[in-house]
């Protein structure tokens, strides 16, 4: 196994479009995380799957936030209508137990 | 409210010499976790050492080891024999037991210096 991956890598998209990103953990965990870091910050914590069940959300996660896990498998994340303050590093993690291992992050700018 | 706290936004360090890398959190849980992740530039967050509050030996790995200070709520990272390789930002991050995220400081950026 590769590790966590994600796609895309880098998007760039006008405000008020919508993106969806996805996440392919390690095969072998069944927890799934989102973050999102903004520059200079830490990551912040957004949602938490347990296989196909989305057991937690952050306030951070707006209306417009949405998240699936469907199989338990790969995640996807969309934005809709997105503003410029959606820019940022959208960070997915996974594991077995407390120790989380993260994807590359997929990189937003929204102009 | 859990925070995490690194004071030290930059830190350099000459190539084989050591540094200390500091974070405190704030938390009134008995049982938790600590991480430090290291986060090259434009790759992937690596987790490089963790601490279970219960243990009161600090963890360590080759060239890596923690002063975990529990009733201080400090958690160090000490990198030994520093390599260029160790460039990064190092984010500290704290688990309670019954959480499922992290939560994480602001980092430090460390430069190793040839």
């Known amino acids: 196994d590769t590790g966590v991956s994600q796609d895309p890598r880098h998007k760039i998209t006008k405000r008020g479009q919508n993106v969806t990103f996805r996440c392919d953990p390690i095969?072998?965990?069944?927890?799934l995380y989102w973050y999102r870091q903004t520059l200079g910050q830490g990551p912040e914590f957004l949602t938490y799957f347990q296989n196909e069940a989305q057991l937690e959300k952050s306030r951070l996660l707006s209306d417009r936030f949405s998240a699936e896990r469907p199989k338990g498998s790969f995640s996807t994340l969309e934005i809709q209508r997105t503003e410029q303050g959606d820019s940022a590093m959208y960070l997915c993690?996974?594991?077995?137990?407390?120790?989380?291992?993260f994807g590359p992050g997929t990189r937003l700018t929204v102009t | 409210a859990q925070t995490v706290t690194q004071s030290q936004p930059e830190m350099s360090v000459q190539e084989a010499e050591t540094v200390t890398l500091s974070c405190t959190y704030d938390?009134?849980?008995?049982?938790?976790?600590l991480f430090w992740y290291k986060q090259p530039p434009s790759r992937q967050m690596i987790l490089v050492i963790r601490q279970e509050a219960y243990k009161q030996q600090n963890a360590t790995e080759n060239r890596f080891s923690v002063n975990f200070q529990k009733a201080a709520k400090s958690f160090s990272l000490k990198i030994s024999d520093s390599q260029l390789g160790d460039a990064a930002m190092y984010f500290c991050a704290y688990r309670p037991t019954g959480a499922n995220n992290l939560f994480f400081g602001t980092g430090t950026r460390l430069t190793v210096i040839p």
């Open positions: 938390t009134s849980e008995s049982d938790y976790y």
């Open positions: 095969s072998e965990h069944n927890r």
């Open positions: 993690a996974s594991s077995w137990d407390y120790e989380q291992y």
